[in-house]
């Protein structure tokens, strides 16, 4: 049974605190006493991932409005790491969001498609006070195959 | 946004000294280039040697300044590529639009 771990952050909606939450999570990742894959690509992953979730709510959920906050939660449980990133906004549509096979020369759009091919399950929910993004990486056997599903 | 910026051959040589391109600093990094380019330099070459965690919106600006140096009639090469920094190219597949070399001297040639 691996250590259980919940970190609980809540930051303004700044851009400057992407690299301190990214590193968080790759510490975190970095100690984790049961991990049999490549760690050092793992907590680079968890980086990138918090860093592309984080902007996106910022961006896209807040839409830049610094008086709103981002609640992040990150949990090592069961032999899986769950992160959620909860946002203050309207929320988006994440299946409309384009994946590799889009337009190749787009600025943007690349953010949801990493983080679907980093995590193992990927959630966007709408609560009563906004949205939230939850991702899933099993850190145990790789698992069969990746589950991505979403709900309004 | 710090970085090194220096004439070399037929192209201009921009080292990144960020150990992060993200969404933090990517606008920042794109306005930059394009004062470049409005400056007339449209050959390009973007060291990333010194980016150890590079993002989509990194990635997005490259590709902004990809496309401003084509429409110019020029090109925007890329070189020093840490291995996860090219492992994202190759996650979304943008290996197959930039011309990428390991060091900046093999950039510069390609003009």
């Known amino acids: 049974m691996p250590d259980k771990i919940e970190v609980n952050i809540r930051i ?4 400057r605190y992407l690299s301190l939450i990214g590193q968080i999570g790759e510490n975190l990742a970095l100690a984790l006493d049961k991990y049999g894959g490549d760690r050092e690509e793992l907590a680079y992953h968890i980086n990138l991932v918090l860093t592309e979730a984080i ?3 910022m961006i896209h959920g807040n839409v830049k409005d610094p008086a709103k906050d981002v609640h992040i939660t990150i949990g090592v449980d069961n032999e899986c790491l769950r992160i959620r990133v909860r946002d203050q906004g309207q929320g988006f549509d994440i299946n409309s969001l384009p994946g590799p096979e889009g337009n190749a020369l787009d600025d943007h759009g690349r953010g949801i498609h990493i983080i679907r091919c980093l995590m193992d399950e990927v959630t966007y929910r709408r609560l009563d006070d906004g949205n939230v993004l939850e991702m899933v990486k099993c850190l145990s056997p790789v698992p069969s195959s990746k589950r991505d599903t979403s709900s309004e | 946004m710090n970085c090194d910026v220096t004439e070399q051959g037929k192209a201009v040589v921009v080292e990144l ?5 993200d969404a933090h600093n990517s606008n920042e990094f794109k306005s930059q280039m394009l004062s470049l380019f409005e400056g007339g330099k449209n050959n390009m070459v973007i060291n990333l040697k010194g980016v150890r965690f590079i993002d989509s919106s990194g990635l997005g600006a490259l590709v902004s300044g990809f496309k401003n140096a084509t429409a110019r009639n020029g090109s925007l090469k890329l070189c020093g590529l840490q291995p996860q920094v090219k492992s994202m190219f190759e996650l979304t597949r943008l290996h197959r639009v930039f011309e990428i070399f390991p060091d900046t001297e093999a950039a510069v040639a390609s003009f």
């Open chain 2, 17 to 21: 000294k960020e150990e992060r391109l």
């Open chain 1, 55 to 57: 902007a996106n709510a």
């Open chain 1, 12 to 15: 303004p909606n700044k851009t």
